[in-house]
T-cell receptor, first 112, second 112 residues
């Protein structure tokens, strides 16, 4: 069965600093990979996705993620964090068109 | 452009009461899902429907039933609510050729 690990439950970053959120997956072949963002009291919004091709993918709100097959990772990055980026970030994986498996999420706190 | 609409947004039930959570999507998606989100557990799949007329159990189906009323609507029923079903419930949908899921705003359910 596929699984997703987000090792960091909480991360605090200073406004203007760079950000990297980690995501590791367990699956035999290359899965489809996703990052979602969830603001308090809201549903999940898709930030970016990877299906195939270029391993560096760009998403909305200035986020990017890099797929590294050798490390089974799909880490999310942003060069300069804004206070409005404070939210929960959830990594997900699917095998083809099957259902998504989600990580437990990383809560991002942004300090002034 | 509504996307996925869930009702109600909030609900308090007494133990043993029943209720139905409603979900509708206007994106002509074939697949629909119900998830629950609990602190420290991430999103867990309750039931899903790959197409109109079909439903399948997910990871945590006990205590729930679903109905795919038509292509647009997918409801989740709690026949006899228990405190363990206190959670935030999300409905989602996805299209034929892409596994990315689009989420509703969620229903916060408290069972006392």
């Amino acid at each position: 069965a596929q699984s997703v690990t987000q090792p960091d439950i909480h991360i605090t970053v200073s406004e203007g600093a760079s950000l990297e959120l980690r995501c590791n997956y367990s699956y035999g072949a290359t899965p489809y990979l996703f990052w979602y963002v969830q603001s308090p009291g809201q549903g999940l919004q898709l930030l970016l996705k990877y299906f195939s091709g270029d391993t560096l993918v760009q998403g909305i709100k200035g986020f990017e993620a890099e797929f590294k097959r050798s490390q089974s990772s799909f880490n999310l990055r942003k060069p300069s964090v804004h206070w409005s980026d404070a939210a929960e970030y959830v990594c997900a994986v699917s095998r083809g068109y099957s259902t998504l498996t989600f990580g437990k999420g990383t809560m991002l706190l942004v300090s002034p | 452009n509504a996307g996925v609409t869930q009702t109600p947004k909030f609900q308090v039930l007494k133990t043993g009461q029943s209720m139905t959570l409603q979900c509708a999507q206007d994106m002509n998606h074939n697949s629909m899902y119900w998830y629950r989100q609990d602190p420290g557990m991430g999103l867990r799949l309750i039931y899903y429907s790959a197409s109109e007329g079909t439903t399948d159990k997910g990871e945590v189906p006990n205590g729930y039933n679903v109905s795919r009323l038509n292509k647009r609507e997918f409801s989740l029923r709690l026949e006899s609510a228990a405190p363990s079903q206190t959670s935030v419930y999300f409905c989602a949908s996805s299209g034929n050729r892409v596994p990315e899921a689009f989420f509703g705003q969620g229903t916060r359910l408290t069972v006392v």
